[in-house]
């Protein structure tokens, strides 16, 4: 029988329970992106409550696109240091930590008309009907480099890993989407075609930091609308990821504030699940590639996810917002106290002095 607090290994990495903090935008860096007390101490209270991995809020891989206030950079070489802080921070606390990098591409609002945009193709994002530019080969090479370069930023940080951010809406989704993607090119058509932009940059950052350090990428199961990436595709790019020397793969979805609204419909023939929403995705996932799999969303109660270990080869389970709620839940857990968490996924995370529980933890 497997257990949620034994040692396993991810890539590399040996952690001491199998529970992630999921990459969560905090909104507490400088303007430029640069650490803050308030941050360290996020991070600091996670590895305290004996989260096993925490993964970063995303940070951008160059300084010119930031499609959020207050998220952390990765686009020059002065962040080691301050990072290397964090990380021998968590590790001080026997976690493990990895730093999601993302470009984050028209899924923004922010300093609109102030920066370029780029995008696969000249097609408005869904949710903020922003449309970017269409990117020529040379500016597709500048930002598999940015990538690549990010990724040595990180492993020369301390970092454990780090993870592509491959979700939601974010530029490396739109290129995997035939929704946005319509490019006539070697980047567009196919799903071999579509895959590229991921793979060069996987190739590419793969040089900078060597076969060991763990690269993971994070997937939408579907994008859950008539002509965008179907979980069909999504299962196949997870197939080359796991030729190509993949590391681990989070499986999401871009439905950010309506999932709890959504459970129990089905897209590509499976159900949204009340206790992990993408639950029936990445379970199938998990049956066809020998890649840990790491499933995330709606999680609250230990006795269920206790189940799904031990019903399905998905080897971990993230959450976000019970952990702003509250950042100590896994020690509550593993002493005992199997209460399921308080958070009521009400989604009053945000606010203008960062992103926190404003129900039931204050900063």
């Not at 993971?216 to 030729?243: D, M, P, Q």
Request: hydrophobic share 35%; with cysteine.
């Amino acid at each position: 029988m497997k257990t949620l607090f034994e040692e396993t290994k991810l890539g590399n990495i040996a952690l001491k329970n199998r529970f992630v903090r999921s990459a969560t935008w905090e909104n507490m860096t400088t303007k430029d992106g640069h650490m803050t007390e308030k941050l360290y101490k996020i991070y600091e209270d996670l590895a305290k409550g004996e989260v096993g991995l925490i993964i970063t809020g995303y940070a951008n891989v160059v300084k010119e696109e930031q499609p959020n206030p207050g998220m952390m950079g990765i686009y020059d070489d002065s962040f080691i240091d301050e990072y290397k802080q964090l990380t021998n921070l968590v590790h001080s606390y026997d976690s493990k930590i990895i730093m999601q990098i993302a470009y984050g591409g028209t899924k923004t609002t922010f300093n609109l008309g102030e920066r370029v945009i780029y995008a696969p193709s000249e097609v408005a994002e869904k949710s903020t009907n922003v449309i970017g530019k269409a990117m020529t080969k040379e500016e597709i090479n500048y930002i598999v480099n940015a990538f690549a370069d990010a990724g040595r930023r990180v492993k020369e940080s301390g970092f454990d890993g780090v993870e592509i951010h491959g979700a939601h809406t974010y530029l490396i989704n739109q290129f995997l989407s035939p929704y946005y993607n319509r490019r006539t090119d070697e980047y567009g058509g196919s799903l071999e075609n579509r895959m590229r932009f991921l793979l060069e940059i996987y190739y590419k950052m793969r040089e900078k930091v060597g076969e060991d350090f763990p690269i993971l990428v994070k997937l939408t199961a579907s994008e859950f609308f008539e002509g965008g990436l179907s979980f069909e595709e999504t299962r196949l790019i997870c197939k080359k990821l796991e030729e190509i020397g993949i590391d681990a793969i989070e499986i999401s979805g871009n439905i950010h504030g309506k999932a709890k609204s959504m459970v129990g419909e089905v897209f590509d023939d499976h159900e949204i699940q009340e206790e992990g929403y993408f639950l029936e995705y990445a379970k199938i996932i998990s049956n066809e590639i020998n890649v840990p799999i790491i499933t995330v969303g709606g999680f609250k109660n230990i006795n269920n996810i206790e189940k799904i270990l031990n019903e399905t080869n998905i080897d971990y389970f993230a959450l976000s917002r019970p952990l702003l709620a509250e950042p100590h839940l896994i020690k509550r857990w593993k002493d005992g106290d199997r209460r399921p968490a308080i958070c009521v996924r009400c989604s009053k995370c945000r606010t203008p002095e960062g992103n926190y529980c404003t129900v039931f933890n204050t900063l």
